[in-house]
């Protein structure tokens, strides 16, 4: 993936559901509703409670623990409220009795109040609470003879009712809280993972992208090339220069596509300067088609980025190649200028032109006019912050094309450049400021000689 496509990373480390919910986690109110039942067992088998009653409570008070084992529990991780319903009636029956003859059965609602809220909605709830309490206070208040007796029953009614309902209504706010936040957190997952794989997605499609790219302007070209000097060799009475060339030009293609495997830096720059790379791209085309062919450079040269040479390179071999394809051209010149804030490169020629003035292809993005190698150099030059400016070199007026004209001897004037076509990149250096996009004609210094 190339390193400039940014993936999306969690913002810290997401650590696993160790178990289940806190809230489905029914050891701990299991173990409260055994000691609870336990206790008061224990306290009858060894008070004076007769015989037969102890039998009885002791009897009943266990058999809410086998209610729970065989409904209550069922019924409290399924949020079954009609399994719930029928398990807290058997609690009320159950405790009804013991609650009336011992006293210490009352040690059983610690255990026997959560089950009712775990178990019920928060109204069913409390219902099931005011029925659980009935028998003990209508005892209470049936063997109470003084003010002494209404308050214990006063007391029992605050401490179980009241205290166990404030709780447990709490209790259920924070559970329903939880499970929101539960399910948050399950969403915010999902969107993670979605996040994820759209990055992956992206990333893939810009190494699809950029390796359509490179082949375009590397294997593809080359294939061109040869098409063409295999048919100018068939109209040729001597045929071993073009097919020379092209025999070297399948072996610079077979370079080409090795370096592409082994995912190295475009094959012109391996081992040379970039100025180097220009210079022998730009007499490869004047071999191959026959033209007239210069390249030069302005301006101190510095070392670029490789980023920027690939750019650069990329740019040249596809302006070269559209003028091998299109332009009918018989002189060809490519200029490098290193400036003090930007780096630019100049494709010009003499022949047809795009049929357009100079513009920016940012600016035409959906244009049909610039085709698949045009606009993939846009995006190439886009990655570096770049501008690309396409169009017809201007009929006179034009004062670089005098000094084209006048350089080296290929051509000799202004009007051997009109109309014939023309592409500008320019490259901000790093630091500087995005590069405009408008032509690069006019920051460019005027030579005299």
Known sequence: MPADIPVEEPSGRVNEPAGPHAWARLGGWEILLVGSIVVPCAHLLVDDTPPPLKALCVTLLLSILVAYALIGRKATLRQDVRLATVYVALLVVLFAVPSAIADISTFALFGICPQIFMALPVRRALVALV????????????????LEGVFSILTLLTTVIVFSAVFGVWGDRIVRQSIERADLIRR???SHAEVARLSAERGALAERERLAQEIHDTL????????MLLQ???AQPDPRRHLGLAVQTAKENLAEARALIAALGPAPLDGSTLDDALRRVTDRLGEDLGLQTVFETRGDGYALPPSYEVVLIRAAQEGLNNVRKHAAASRVKVTLEYGP??????????GRGFGFPPRSLAEHADDASAGYGLQAMRARVEQVRGSITVGDVPAGGA???ADYGADKGVGDG??????GGELVVRLPLPGQSPVAAEPVRDSLPVETG
């Open 188 to 190: 915010l997952e999902a």
């Open 220 to 227: 593809a070209q080359g294939f061109t090339s040869i098409i």
């Open 414 to 419: 202004a009007e051997e450049w009109a109309g």
């Open 399 to 401: 004062n670089e094309g």
């Open 341 to 350: 804030l930007e780096v630019a490169l100049r494709v010009r020629d003499n």
């Open 131 to 146: 029925l659980l309490a009935i028998p003990k206070i209508a005892t209470m208040w049936s063997d109470a003879s003084d």
């Open 232 to 234: 100018a060799a068939e």
